[in-house]
């Protein structure tokens, strides 16, 4: 099955040398949404055109066809029939083009894993891991924004494990935007040089590169007389100051979702490739071909979700009261 | 009493997040209280609660929060991440 890690080998190997026209042809295999949203993201960023890309297997284009890799793409849909197993084993293949379309995505893709969640012999939708990896896919989608500042794709599947009943799930992202580095660089961080030490940073709870900026520039990029879609209509938006209260979450709550889940967490960004095992062993590798931008993929079993308990927080009565409080 | 809601079921964006914090907080200036209907809500990140709530809690104070903003229809797993992110922004200017 090629996954993540093989399309950041694949593609810069085999399409890098090819011009925008010539035919970007996608051998015969069986694609995972890792590799998916990295051939989408990749596609996107080098400007191929819809009918420069070939297939060498029918079975290859019917599903990515499915999937809608054309649509979100090139806004074509080629697919003529209707998708009965959407939601059912693939959510469609998600772009994120804006920072107004986060909370759409984030609902697509989600909407998609809580029917996922439905299928098997037990519902584990209001399983605590489940909720968690809902969270975790929200944190994601809004990373693209926040900090990548390009546009990204994202998409989920559900497959058998094996023989032994149980199934997996995967969500994948990836975008060509800044990479970890490239982000923490522009924040003016000058004691992070590699690519790999950028990941280990930015996987650590409480580190963001939007708390390290000295001076916030995040709010200049909503225009001036933006009115939004909130639910307390126009607001007049400061050109900075306004938001973006980074708190260092996102990564670190997708590393500990994996960690605490048994999930296999493949995280890239330039040169540099992060495998976390199920064991929660971490593992950095060398791309020869950097990948600008960030890619990820998370992979969990479905017995995860059904197993996994509420963790008693110390401070639940705290947390409960301030709930109460906030009901009235 | 005017009821607020939000348009999607998964709340994610921090954009959003500070566009509805400042539209809320100018509701506040002429409002005694403001109720936000999150019965649709399925999802909300830690990064939404904190931009939204947290923050708020930031500008104006805990106690003025659970005065004048009411939330209705909450499931726990939406509730909980919001109380969570106010309680860490209490703490924080303590």
New interface residues.
């Given amino acids: 099955m090629a996954n993540l890690i093989e399309a950041l080998r694949f593609l810069p190997r085999h399409y890098g040398r090819l011009a925008r026209a010539e035919a970007h042809l996608l051998p015969d295999d069986y694609y995972s949404p890792g590799f998916i949203t990295v051939l989408a993201s990749y596609l996107n960023h080098k400007g191929v055109r819809q009918d420069s890309v070939a297939y060498a297997s029918e079975e290859n284009r019917g599903y990515l066809a499915a999937v809608g890799l054309s649509k979100a793409l090139w806004g074509v849909d080629d697919y003529k029939f209707e998708r009965r197993n959407a939601g059912i084993n693939y959510s469609p293949l998600t772009p994120l083009a804006s ?2 379309a ?3 995505a ?2 697509q893709i ?2 998609c894993l ?1 029917a996922y969640a439905k299928q098997g012999n037990v519902d584990y939708s209001n399983s605590p891991a489940f ?1 968690d990896l ?6 994601l ?2 990373n693209v ?2 900090h990548g500042l390009s546009t990204g794709y994202s998409m989920a599947q559900r497959q058998a494990f094996g023989k032994s009943g149980d199934h997996v799930i995967e969500f994948s992202l990836a975008d060509c935007g800044l990479g970890f580095l490239g982000e923490l660089k522009s924040s003016g961080m000058r004691n992070i040089e590699s690519h790999e030490d950028a990941i280990k940073w930015c996987i650590q709870e409480g580190n963001s590169s939007k708390k390290a900026q000295a001076v916030d520039d995040w ?1 200049q990029s ?1 225009p001036n007389d ?1 009115v ?10 400061r050109a900075a100051g ?6 260092g ?2 990564l670190a ?1 997708l590393v500990e979702l994996a960690r605490k889940y048994q999930g296999v967490l493949h995280l890239a960004s330039g040169n540099c490739a992060l495998r976390m095992s199920h064991h929660g062993v971490m593992t950095y590798q060398a791309l020869q071909a950097p990948w600008k931008g960030v890619a990820v993929s998370l992979t969990i079993k479905e017995s995860s979700f059904m197993s996994a308990k509420a963790a008693e927080a110390d ?1 639940a009565d ?3 009261d ?2 109460r ?4 | 009493m005017e009821v ?21 907080a ?2 506040l200036a002429s409002s005694e209280q403001v109720v ?1 209907d999150l019965g649709k809500v ?7 609660a ?2 939204f709530f ?2 708020l809690v ?1 500008e104006k104070g805990f106690d003025f929060v ?1 005065q004048h ?4 229809n ?1 499931a ?2 939406v ?6 992110s ?3 922004r209490r703490l924080s200017a303590a």
Wanted: aromatic content about 6%; proline content about 3%.
């Fill in positions: 920072q107004d986060v909370d759409l984030t609902e989600n909407d809580r909720r809902m969270r975790v896919v929200g944190e989608h809004d924004w926040s709010a909503v933006f939004g879609e909130n639910p307390f209509g126009a607001v007049p938006i306004n938001g973006n209260h980074h708190q979450l996102g709550k401070d705290n947390v409960d301030i709930m409080l906030l009901r009235g | 607020y809601s939000f348009q999607h079921t998964d709340l994610a964006s921090r954009t959003l997040a500070s566009r509805s914090r400042i539209g809320l100018n509701k936000i399925q999802s909300i990140s830690e990064s939404f904190d931009e947290g923050v930031m659970v903003v009411r939330l209705i909450a726990d797993h509730l909980r991440p919001i109380a969570i106010m309680k860490r």
